[in-house]
Each structure stands twice: as structure tokens, then as C-alpha cells.
């Protein structure tokens, strides 16, 4: 068990932050009797803790009593740990140099974590506030530069690593569904449905500059076959045949999308209205932002998408920013798709810290906008589903991959081998953190002009040989909603009760016990029952 001591503002955060590393912790209290005590920006008291962990990115009255030499403190430090990056953005105090250091900065070296053991008792300094740092990832969230850092996971890493590193045993709900190594969540924000709907504007014409001199560029630097340049050019040949009803819509790819996931589960965003641009952050009207598709065009194909198991959710307008607009929005879904349960990524990307509130009060279970326009990444620092703290209920589902940011001229600008090479980390960190790997695929990136068909297809093949469970939106969340049901309780003798874990169709979950006895292996893992009663220390 661990107590964590802290000022009252951080209680939300701290919360949060044992949602995502689900191991028995309680608020300290004086008395308390827990071997692990945790001390964020608050004085340290007397404590018979075995390990006592004191973080805190300013000089304070530890260091002092210590006579600690704490080396200036300075924001935005990279530091180290088990050769993976871990960016701090708050005040960070460090140490000076020591030799095997586990805790170093990236560019000088000095150690950021200091260590004292005396009278049975080991105190640990680290030199950054961790709850300071967890709220920030989960608010403004980090900046484009460590995109590619899971860094949330790694403020757990380190934490775990200095408990069972001290022989401290520890149990955990680790956020991997059984029977599988992680969750993979396929997306579709539905912007388009067809070409038939853009006559003579900027969308047609700049699919047919894209299909025809676009393609022939793209051929000459490697990023397209001839096929798929002959495939583009017929597609614009067949552009006024289409706009007169007599070729097929080559911007219409639900079926293509239902044959290339057959047996996985997606989740579609639709847009709930057509010809509104809604309004941006500064107050202005984009007119590009508006969907040219009426959804009610569209009700036959969401029933058959549904009836093969896939989820319809809103790709929202001005929902992120008002509560009215937003239950109309999800009200319009509703009423075609019959559900009331379902969730909400927006259009573009608007939001703002607010924005869970407003979801929330319209009525959306999940929202799956945190993300980054211009590159691929991990915008909360996490691969987990997350409660944003100004919400109640409603759960984040972070989006991770996006088809556009990898390719768009603008953005990052990859060919299919760079994008690969770029997206490999992303797997190998789902295989060892666990968690849900979040993709969005447009619904015409598969069709010409975009023809990004065989790398999706590349990357669905990479995600089943690795042993994703491939979920909808809504189950992902149901998931990690059935993870943070989880209770833990202190019983006699050390013993934990563990409840919770419900009884349903979601793959179950399961405890991980770390135990210094476990002869080599690290860790022991057993199913999670409901009422269970385990002792950490054996
Ligand atoms: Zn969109």
C-alpha cells in the first residue's frame, strides 16, 4: 500500500494518476501504515514508511536537513531512465553527478534523484514534482517536440521501478486485456462520404489537381506506383460520368472499409450536420470546415456498418464548445443509429480545456479528440483511456495515429517506409505498456486520390501479429471503465481485497503481483476474481 501526502488542490490529479497506475494507494493520514509514503510539495513528517519518496521540483526542507547540495532549478529538462526519454516541464532540481545514477539528465548527466537509507528506512529524492507534471499532460498535454514520448507511462515506470527495486512487493492492474497484449482502437472521421456532393468546389478541384499532376509528382518521388497513378487518372477521367450518375462514387469506401476489416470492430465518426463550418477558437467561421454531406444520406450504410459490429459516434461541429449544440448533435446520431450510449471525436480537432465539461453535459460517454493535427504522438503522454479532470464521468479516449498527419505535404510529409519506420515505436510501446493504440483513417484515405489503402493494410496485419483485441471506441472505454472499477481494501495481516472486475463480454482483467521471492521472473500474473483476497508479500 501506498500513502500519498500532498496539498488538497493536487487530490483530483492524484486520483487520476492511480487510475492509470491501479495499485493500492490511499491519501496519507496521520497513523497511516503503509510501506510507501510518497511526499509531493508538503513537509515531511515522522513516518516508519520502509521507502519514503519525496518529490518536488524546488529546493525544500528535506534537502535542507540533508544538507543536500540541489543544483539550480530549471524548466523543460529531458531526463533518463532505462535508456527511454522522460521530458519534465515544471521545475526540475538535480543532484550532481553520481555514478549509476537511474534518474540522469539527458544533456548533462547530473542525477535528478538522490538516496539515503538509514535506520531500516530508505528515503528517495527526485527532483520534479510528479503530480505537477501528470496534471499538465493531462490538460494543455505536451508539446509537438516529444510527440513520440509515452511520457505519463514512464512517470509510472519509474515509480514502480523504485518500489519492487527496493524489494518492496506491489500489485497492479496492468491495463492489458487478457488473452491479448494490448487494445487497438480503429477510427474513421467521416468528412467526405462521396465526391458526387463537391461540384466545382475547392474540394473537387483539388482532388483533380491532386489526382492527376499530384499523383504524377508523387510517382516521380517514389511515394506512388504507376498502378496507383493509372488508378488516379482513371478515377479523374471518370469525375464528370460521376456527377452525372453513371460511374459509381469512387469516394463512397464503406464496403472497402468492411472487406478490409472483416471481423475487426471500428468506429465511424459521422457529421451530424451539413454546411455548418461551426465556429473556431477565435470566433470565426471557416467555411472549409463544413461537411457538404446530409448524414440522413447516409442511414442505410450505418446500418449495415453497425450490423457487422461496428460503432457510429459524431464527429461533432460545436459540441466542444457548447453543451445545446452538442446534445443536438448527438441527438441527431441517435435518432438515426437508435443508440444512446456513444462517444465523440470533433471535426479539426477543436478543443479546449472546457470542452469535457460541454461533452459531458450533452450527453457523450467518451470523447476521442486529444491528438495532434501536424504529427503522430501521445498528446496526454499516455496510451491509456483517461477521466480529464474538470469531467465527471466522461472518459478520453487519446487518438495516437493519423493517416493525415503522416503523409500530408504540410504536416509530416512521410513515404510508406518512413511512416512505417515512424509508427514501429508506437506498436513496440502498445506490446510493452499495454494500453489501447488509438488510429484514425479517413473515410476516403482509401480510395483514389489518397490510395493509402495498402499501408492500412499494412498496419492491420502489424497490430493482429502482434495481439491486439481489436475494439470499438465505445468497448475500449467500457474496458477501462471496468479497469477503474476496481477497488482495493487493507485487510488484516497485509492481505488486499480486491473488487470489482464486473462480469461481462469485455476480456477480463488481471493482477500482477511483483514479489522480490519470484525466483528471476519479475512479476506473476493471475485472472482477477471478484472478492479475491491476495497477500503482495507472499
Ligand atoms: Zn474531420
Not at 535508456?83 to 547530473?110: I, M
Not at 514520448?149 to 512487493?169: A, D, K, V, W
Not at 498527419?405 to 511512416?419: C, G, H, R, V
Not at 482483467?509 to 497477500?535: H, S, T, W
Request: charged fraction near 20%; aromatic fraction near 12%.
Amino acid at each position: 500500500m501506498i500513502g500519498v501526502f500532498a496539498p488538497a488542490e493536487d487530490q483530483p490529479v492524484i486520483r487520476e494518476f492511480f487510475e492509470l497506475f491501479k495499485t493500492p494507494w490511499e491519501f496519507g493520514r496521520a497513523g497511516g501504515k503503509t510501506e510507501v509514503a510518497i511526499w509531493s510539495r508538503a513537509e515531511v513528517p515522522q513516518t516508519d514508511a520502509k521507502l519514503v519518496l519525496i518529490f518536488g521540483g524546488d529546493t525544500n526542507s528535506f534537502d535542507r536537513a540533508n544538507g543536500l547540495q540541489t543544483h539550480p532549478r530549471i524548466s523543460n529538462r529531458i531526463l533518463s531512465h532505462e535508456g527511454r526519454w522522460l521530458p519534465t516541464y515544471g521545475n526540475c532540481v538535480t543532484f550532481g553527478k553520481s555514478a549509476g545514477a537511474t534518474l540522469t539528465v539527458e544533456d548533462t548527466g547530473e542525477s535528478a534523484l538522490w538516496e539515503i537509507s538509514a535506520g531500516g528506512q530508505t528515503f528517495i529524492r527526485i527532483g520534479y514534482d510528479l503530480f505537477q507534471e501528470i496534471r499538465l499532460l493531462l490538460t494543455s498535454g505536451q508539446p509537438f517536440a516529444h510527440a513520440s514520448t509515452p511520457t505519463l507511462e514512464m512517470h509510472i515506470t519509474l515509480l514502480r521501478g523504485l518500489i519492487t527495486g527496493h524489494s518492496i512487493p506491489l500489485i497492479e492492474i496492468p491495463p492489458v486485456p487478457a488473452g491479448h497484449a494490448f487494445i487497438a482502437c480503429l477510427t474513421h472521421d467521416v468528412d467526405h462520404i462521396g465526391i458526387r456532393n463537391h461540384k466545382f468546389d475547392h474540394t473537387m478541384f483539388g482532388f483533380f489537381y491532386r489526382a492527376t499532376m499530384g499523383s504524377a509528382m508523387d510517382f516521380l518521388q517514389g511515394k506512388k506506383s504507376l498502378k496507383q497513378v493509372c488508378l488516379n487518372w482513371q478515377a479523374a477521367a471518370s469525375l464528370p460520368f460521376v456527377h452525372l450518375g453513371i460511374a459509381r462514387d469512387f469516394w463512397h469506401p464503406f464496403d472497402r472499409y468492411l472487406e478490409i476489416e472483416k471481423g475487426l470492430a471500428s468506429t465511424f465518426f459521422v457529421i451530424p450536420k451539413k454546411g455548418e463550418p461551426g465556429v473556431n477558437a477565435r470566433g470565426q467561421r471557416p467555411a472549409k470546415r463544413a461537411a457538404s454531406y446530409d448524414v440522413a444520406e447516409l442511414a442505410d450504410t450505418l446500418k449495415k456498418l453497425e450490423a457487422a459490429g461496428n460503432e457510429i459516434g459524431v464527429h461533432g461541429i460545436d459540441a466542444w464548445r457548447d453543451k445545446v449544440a452538442g446534445s443536438e448533435e448527438r441527438e441527431r446520431i441517435s435518432r438515426l443509429t437508435g443508440a444512446a450510449e456513444f462517444g465523440v471525436r470533433m471535426h479539426w480537432l477543436y478543443f479546449d480545456e472546457r470542452s469535457p465539461v460541454w461533452l459531458e453535459a450533452a450527453g457523450f460517454i467518451y470523447d476521442s479528440t486529444v491528438g495532434y493535427n501536424e504529427t503522430i504522438g501521445y498528446r496526454a503522454g499516455t496510451i491509456q483511456v483517461f477521466k480529464p479532470l474538470p469531467a465527471e464521468r466522461l472518459l478520453e479516449l487519446p487518438m495516437h495515429i493519423m493517416d493525415t498527419a503522416l503523409f500530408y505535404p504540410s504536416y509530416l510529409n512521410l513515404s510508406s517506409k518512413q511512416a512505417e519506420a515512424m509508427i514501429f515505436p508506437f506498436i513496440e510501446n502498445a506490446v510493452h505498456f499495454g494500453g489501447v493504440l488509438t488510429v484514425n483513417w479517413h473515410d476516403r484515405s482509401i480510395v483514389p486520390e489518397r490510395l493509402w489503402d495498402g499501408f492500412y493494410i499494412w498496419l492491420l496485419a502489424q497490430l493482429k501479429a502482434k495481439r491486439a483485441w481489436f475494439a470499438t471506441a465505445a468497448k475500449t472505454v467500457s474496458w477501462f471503465r471496468k479497469r477503474r472499477s476496481v477497488t482495493f481494501e487493507q485487510i488484516e495481516n497485509g492481505r488486499i481485497k480486491i473488487r470489482g472486475g464486473g462480469n461481462d463480454s469485455l476480456p477480463g482483467l488481471r493482477v500482477r503481483i511483483f514479489r522480490p521471492d519470484i525466483n528471476g521472473a519479475k512479476f506473476v500474473e493471475i485472472p482477477l476474481q471478484d472478492g479475491m483476497e491476495i497477500c503482495p508479500a507472499g
